[in-house]
């Protein structure tokens, strides 16, 4: 299973209502933490209902929880956007 599909998999947990998930490694080639082949730094915009009410500290530790081990080894660096769904209104 890839890392990609093995973050996907964790954050299941979250019940995402959307989920988007971008390898941006190859932008940090040379940079700590890379390494060849990918995996090591994420984007990650996600929309659930689990986060209502949740600050965003509260939000991102749901996450890393969710997450687990990985955020030790592949993941380096995970930029996170977490918002609930009444957070999306109006957004396109």
Same mark, same amino acid.
């Not at 660096?77 to 977490?82: G, M, Q, R, Y």
């Given at each position: 299973m890839s890392v990609a599909q093995t973050i996907r998999e964790? $954050?299941? %947990? $979250?019940?995402?209502q959307a989920l988007? $998930?971008?390898d941006e490694s190859d932008l940090h080639r040379g940079?700590?933490?890379y390494r060849d082949g990918g995996g090591t730094h994420w984007? /990650?915009?996600i929309v659930s %209902?689990?986060?209502?009410?949740?600050s965003t500290l509260q939000r991102h530790r749901? =996450?890393?929880q969710a997450l687990?081990? /990985?955020m030790q080894h592949p993941i380096h660096? $995970?930029? =996170?956007? %977490?918002r609930s769904p009444e957070e999306t209104k109006g957004m396109q």
């Open positions: 964790r $954050l299941a %947990a $979250l019940e995402p988007d $998930l971008v940079h700590a933490g984007r /990650l915009s %209902a689990r986060f209502s009410g949740q749901m =996450i890393y687990g081990g /990985l660096a $995970l930029a =996170i956007t %977490a």
